[in-house]
C-alpha cells in the first residue's frame, strides 16, 4: 500500500510538472483578456459570455471586493456567473480596456488592467466609470477555479 501511494504522489507531481511545461500562459492570457473584455462590450451577446465562461472551472470561485468577497467554490459556480453576468450584457454604452501587464507561475496568473464604462441602468439613470484591476487567477487542469479581483 505505501508502494501504491509513493507511485501515485509521484505520478501526481510529473502530471502537475508536464501541465507547467506544456501549458502557453502568454496566449492563455491574451484570449481570457479578450474574452473578458467582449462581455463587457455595448453589442456583447450570450455567445461571447459563453466564450468568457469555457475559461472557467464549473466550480469555480469569484472574489470581488468590496461586493463580493467571498471566494468559495461553488459547484455551481460556473453557473452562478452565468446568470449573474447575463443580467449586465449590454448595459454599457462605451467600454475600453487595456492590458498593462501580467505575470505567471506554477497554475497562477496576475492580469494588470484598466477599463471605463459608460452605461445606463434599468431604471434610466446613467453611469460612468474609470479603474484599474489586478486580477489574480488560480488555474487547476488548464481552467480559472479561482477569481480574485482588487480594484480601487
Known amino acids: ?6 507511485y ?3 505520478l501526481t507531481l510529473l502530471s502537475a510538472n508536464a501541465f507547467a511545461d506544456d501549458f502557453d500562459y502568454d496566449a492563455f492570457v491574451k484570449a481570457y483578456f479578450d474574452a473578458q473584455v467582449r462581455t463587457q ?3 456583447a451577446t ?7 465562461l469555457s475559461f472557467l472551472a464549473d466550480d469555480v470561485g ?10 468559495s467554490r461553488e459547484p455551481d459556480g460556473k453557473a452562478m456567473m452565468r446568470k449573474g453576468m447575463g443580467r449586465y450584457l449590454g448595459v454599457h454604452t462605451e467600454y475600453k480596456a487595456e492590458l498593462i501587464d501580467y505575470q505567471y507561475g506554477f ?31 488560480e488555474l487547476e487542469n488548464g481552467k480559472i477555479s479561482v477569481i480574485r479581483r482588487y480594484s480601487e
Do not use: C, T, W
Open 62 to 71: 469569484s472574489q470581488h471586493f468590496p461586493n463580493a468577497p467571498d471566494d
Open 107 to 137: 497554475n497562477a496568473v496576475s492580469i494588470k488592467h484598466k477599463f471605463s464604462a459608460k452605461g445606463k441602468r434599468s431604471d434610466g439613470s446613467e453611469f460612468s466609470y474609470s479603474k484599474i484591476a489586478l486580477d489574480v487567477l
Open 41 to 43: 462590450q455595448p453589442n
Open 8 to 10: 501515485l504522489a509521484g
Open 1 to 6: 500500500m505505501k508502494k501504491l501511494f509513493v
Open 46 to 52: 450570450q455567445n461571447d459570455l459563453e466564450y468568457y
